[in-house]
Protein backbone atom coordinates (compact mmCIF):
# COMPACT_ATOMS: atom_id res chain seq x y z
CA UNK A 1 0.00 0.00 0.00
CA UNK A 2 1.55 2.95 -1.27
CA UNK A 3 1.77 5.79 1.59
CA UNK A 4 2.45 9.87 1.90
CA UNK A 5 5.72 10.85 3.62
CA UNK A 6 3.82 11.36 7.11
CA UNK A 7 3.11 7.64 7.28
CA UNK A 8 -0.66 7.72 6.00
CA UNK A 9 -2.08 5.44 3.37
CA UNK A 10 -2.56 7.13 0.39
CA UNK A 11 -6.24 7.27 -0.40
CA UNK A 12 -7.16 6.46 3.20
CA UNK A 13 -10.11 8.30 4.82
CA UNK A 14 -10.51 9.30 8.70
CA UNK A 15 -12.82 11.52 9.76
CA UNK A 16 -10.71 14.91 11.43
CA UNK A 17 -11.40 15.23 15.19
CA UNK A 18 -14.27 18.13 15.27
CA UNK A 19 -13.29 21.81 16.17
CA UNK A 20 -16.67 22.70 17.20
CA UNK A 21 -17.25 19.46 19.41
CA UNK A 22 -13.92 20.48 21.41
CA UNK A 23 -15.35 23.77 21.73
CA UNK A 24 -18.32 22.32 23.56
CA UNK A 25 -16.06 19.88 25.16
CA UNK A 26 -14.10 23.13 26.74
CA UNK A 27 -17.37 24.56 27.98
CA UNK A 28 -18.69 21.96 29.80
CA UNK A 29 -15.08 21.22 31.29
CA UNK A 30 -14.82 25.28 32.49
CA UNK A 31 -18.25 24.56 34.14
CA UNK A 32 -17.95 21.11 35.37
CA UNK A 33 -13.96 21.62 36.72
CA UNK A 34 -14.96 25.33 38.23
CA UNK A 35 -18.35 24.06 39.60
CA UNK A 36 -16.65 21.04 41.34
CA UNK A 37 -13.07 22.30 42.30
CA UNK A 38 -11.29 25.21 42.69
CA UNK A 39 -8.67 25.04 39.90
CA UNK A 40 -6.10 27.91 40.37
CA UNK A 41 -4.32 28.07 36.49
CA UNK A 42 -0.63 29.84 36.19
CA UNK A 43 0.70 30.42 32.58
CA UNK A 44 -1.92 29.91 30.36
CA UNK A 45 -1.09 32.59 28.26
CA UNK A 46 2.02 30.80 27.17
CA UNK A 47 0.48 28.54 24.95
CA UNK A 48 0.56 29.41 21.08
CA UNK A 49 -3.15 31.69 20.51
CA UNK A 50 -3.13 30.05 17.22
CA UNK A 51 -1.59 27.48 15.32
CA UNK A 52 -0.55 23.69 15.99
CA UNK A 53 0.35 22.77 19.39
CA UNK A 54 0.65 20.26 21.81
CA UNK A 55 -0.15 20.05 25.12
CA UNK A 56 2.32 17.44 27.11
CA UNK A 57 0.44 16.89 30.30
CA UNK A 58 1.56 14.67 33.55
CA UNK A 59 -0.84 12.14 34.66
CA UNK A 60 -1.37 10.68 37.91
CA UNK A 61 -5.86 11.05 38.13
CA UNK A 62 -8.56 10.69 35.67
CA UNK A 63 -9.32 14.29 36.07
CA UNK A 64 -6.10 15.30 35.10
CA UNK A 65 -7.37 15.44 31.35
CA UNK A 66 -10.91 17.47 32.02
CA UNK A 67 -9.28 19.44 34.24
CA UNK A 68 -6.78 20.97 31.32
CA UNK A 69 -9.43 20.87 28.96
CA UNK A 70 -11.62 23.12 31.07
CA UNK A 71 -8.51 25.59 31.98
CA UNK A 72 -6.80 25.37 28.78
CA UNK A 73 -7.16 28.82 26.49
CA UNK A 74 -7.94 26.84 23.82
CA UNK A 75 -10.38 23.63 22.60
CA UNK A 76 -8.15 20.58 22.74
CA UNK A 77 -8.14 17.27 21.26
CA UNK A 78 -7.01 14.27 23.58
CA UNK A 79 -5.61 11.10 22.87
CA UNK A 80 -7.77 8.77 24.84
CA UNK A 81 -6.97 5.58 25.67
CA UNK A 82 -10.24 3.16 23.62
CA UNK A 83 -11.10 1.82 27.10
CA UNK A 84 -12.61 4.85 27.99
CA UNK A 85 -14.87 5.04 25.14
CA UNK A 86 -17.75 2.29 26.54
CA UNK A 87 -21.27 2.41 26.53
CA UNK A 88 -22.63 6.32 26.52
CA UNK A 89 -19.23 7.90 26.81
CA UNK A 90 -17.87 6.88 23.56
CA UNK A 91 -19.86 8.36 21.22
CA UNK A 92 -20.04 12.09 23.75
CA UNK A 93 -15.89 11.83 23.99
CA UNK A 94 -15.90 11.53 19.85
CA UNK A 95 -18.26 14.26 19.85
CA UNK A 96 -16.75 16.91 21.23
CA UNK A 97 -13.59 15.71 19.30
CA UNK A 98 -11.51 13.61 21.16
CA UNK A 99 -9.22 10.76 19.57
CA UNK A 100 -9.48 6.92 20.34
CA UNK A 101 -6.43 5.37 20.46
CA UNK A 102 -5.76 1.67 20.93
CA UNK A 103 -2.55 0.97 22.72
CA UNK A 104 -2.05 -3.06 21.93
CA UNK A 105 -0.12 -1.90 18.54
CA UNK A 106 0.50 0.89 16.08
CA UNK A 107 -3.04 2.75 15.45
CA UNK A 108 -2.58 4.57 12.36
CA UNK A 109 -6.00 5.44 12.91
CA UNK A 110 -5.07 7.43 15.62
CA UNK A 111 -2.47 8.67 14.28
CA UNK A 112 -3.86 10.28 10.95
CA UNK A 113 -6.47 12.10 13.24
CA UNK A 114 -4.21 13.68 15.67
CA UNK A 115 -1.99 14.95 12.79
CA UNK A 116 -5.07 16.08 10.99
CA UNK A 117 -5.64 18.01 13.88
CA UNK A 118 -2.29 19.43 13.98
CA UNK A 119 -2.56 19.90 10.17
CA UNK A 120 -5.59 22.06 10.58
CA UNK A 121 -3.83 24.45 13.70
CA UNK A 122 -5.77 22.92 16.33
CA UNK A 123 -3.81 21.86 19.48
CA UNK A 124 -3.69 18.17 20.61
CA UNK A 125 -3.44 17.08 24.35
CA UNK A 126 -1.17 14.02 25.10
CA UNK A 127 -0.72 11.83 28.28
CA UNK A 128 3.26 11.04 27.54
CA UNK A 129 3.78 8.48 29.95
CA UNK A 130 0.80 6.56 27.70
CA UNK A 131 -0.94 6.09 30.90
CA UNK A 132 -1.65 6.88 34.77
CA UNK A 133 1.28 6.93 36.95
CA UNK A 134 3.35 8.81 39.32
CA UNK A 135 2.28 12.10 37.03
CA UNK A 136 6.41 12.53 37.04
CA UNK A 137 7.21 12.52 33.01
CA UNK A 138 9.78 9.63 34.13
CA UNK A 139 8.70 7.56 31.42
CA UNK A 140 7.76 8.93 28.35
CA UNK A 141 7.06 6.73 25.02
CA UNK A 142 7.96 8.41 21.57
CA UNK A 143 4.74 9.23 20.02
CA UNK A 144 5.05 12.66 21.40
CA UNK A 145 8.18 13.54 19.90
CA UNK A 146 6.88 11.97 16.47
CA UNK A 147 3.76 14.30 16.44
CA UNK A 148 5.67 16.89 17.52
CA UNK A 149 8.13 16.86 14.63
CA UNK A 150 5.99 15.35 12.03
CA UNK A 151 2.93 17.77 12.58
CA UNK A 152 5.57 20.92 12.82
CA UNK A 153 3.93 21.74 16.31
CA UNK A 154 5.70 23.05 19.31
CA UNK A 155 4.92 21.72 22.49
CA UNK A 156 3.74 23.32 26.00
CA UNK A 157 4.22 21.50 29.46
CA UNK A 158 1.65 21.25 31.36
CA UNK A 159 2.11 19.88 35.06
CA UNK A 160 -1.45 18.94 36.93
CA UNK A 161 -0.92 19.33 40.83
CA UNK A 162 -2.66 18.21 43.99
CA UNK A 163 -5.64 15.59 41.86
CA UNK A 164 -4.32 12.68 43.65
CA UNK A 165 -3.42 14.80 47.52
CA UNK A 166 -6.45 13.96 49.29
CA UNK A 167 -9.35 11.79 48.63
CA UNK A 168 -13.35 13.22 48.47
CA UNK A 169 -15.99 12.65 51.39
CA UNK A 170 -18.17 12.21 48.64
CA UNK A 171 -16.54 10.26 46.21
CA UNK A 172 -13.48 8.76 47.71
CA UNK A 173 -11.99 8.20 43.63
CA UNK A 174 -11.89 12.02 43.15
CA UNK A 175 -9.77 15.01 45.23
CA UNK A 176 -12.13 16.61 47.62
CA UNK A 177 -14.93 18.97 46.67
CA UNK A 178 -14.13 22.52 46.03
CA UNK A 179 -10.33 21.30 46.48
CA UNK A 180 -7.52 23.20 45.21
CA UNK A 181 -5.93 22.20 41.99
CA UNK A 182 -2.98 23.85 40.22
CA UNK A 183 -2.84 23.69 36.48
CA UNK A 184 0.67 25.23 35.22
CA UNK A 185 1.51 26.03 32.14
CA UNK A 186 5.03 26.42 30.66
CA UNK A 187 6.91 27.77 28.03
CA UNK A 188 6.32 26.50 24.08
CA UNK A 189 9.77 24.56 22.89
CA UNK A 190 10.12 22.51 19.43
CA UNK A 191 11.09 19.66 20.41
CA UNK A 192 13.02 18.48 16.80
CA UNK A 193 16.50 19.56 16.44
CA UNK A 194 15.27 21.40 13.15
CA UNK A 195 16.73 18.94 10.40
CA UNK A 196 12.86 17.78 10.33
CA UNK A 197 14.02 14.23 10.64
CA UNK A 198 12.02 11.68 11.75
CA UNK A 199 14.38 8.65 11.80
CA UNK A 200 14.53 6.22 14.68
CA UNK A 201 17.83 8.18 16.18
CA UNK A 202 16.46 11.66 15.47
CA UNK A 203 13.08 10.67 17.47
CA UNK A 204 15.22 8.89 20.65
CA UNK A 205 17.25 12.40 20.68
CA UNK A 206 14.22 14.55 20.54
CA UNK A 207 12.00 12.67 23.55
CA UNK A 208 15.53 12.86 25.48
CA UNK A 209 14.74 16.51 25.02
CA UNK A 210 10.90 16.56 25.73
CA UNK A 211 12.13 14.74 28.80
CA UNK A 212 14.34 17.08 29.90
CA UNK A 213 12.12 20.38 29.93
CA UNK A 214 8.96 18.20 31.01
CA UNK A 215 10.81 17.27 34.22
CA UNK A 216 12.18 20.59 34.35
CA UNK A 217 9.11 22.42 34.16
CA UNK A 218 7.41 19.97 36.72
CA UNK A 219 10.14 21.02 39.22
CA UNK A 220 9.20 24.54 38.57
CA UNK A 221 5.82 24.18 38.88
CA UNK A 222 5.96 22.38 42.31
CA UNK A 223 8.49 25.05 43.61
CA UNK A 224 6.10 27.47 42.44
CA UNK A 225 3.18 26.23 43.67
CA UNK A 226 4.32 24.54 47.38
CA UNK A 227 3.31 21.40 46.10
Do not use: C
Amino acid sequence: MRRDPGGRAAGSVSETPSLKGAAVGRRIGIGLMYGLWKPRVLGAWKVPASGPVILAVNHSHNIDGPMVMGTAPRPLHFLIKKEAFVGPLGPFLEGIGQVKVDRSGTDRTAITRALDVLDQGGALGIFPEGTRGEGDFASLRAGLAYFAVRGGAPIVPVAVLGSTEARGRVVKGLPPLRGRVDVVFGSAFEAGDGTGRRTRTALDAATVRIQDRLTAHLADAKRLTGR
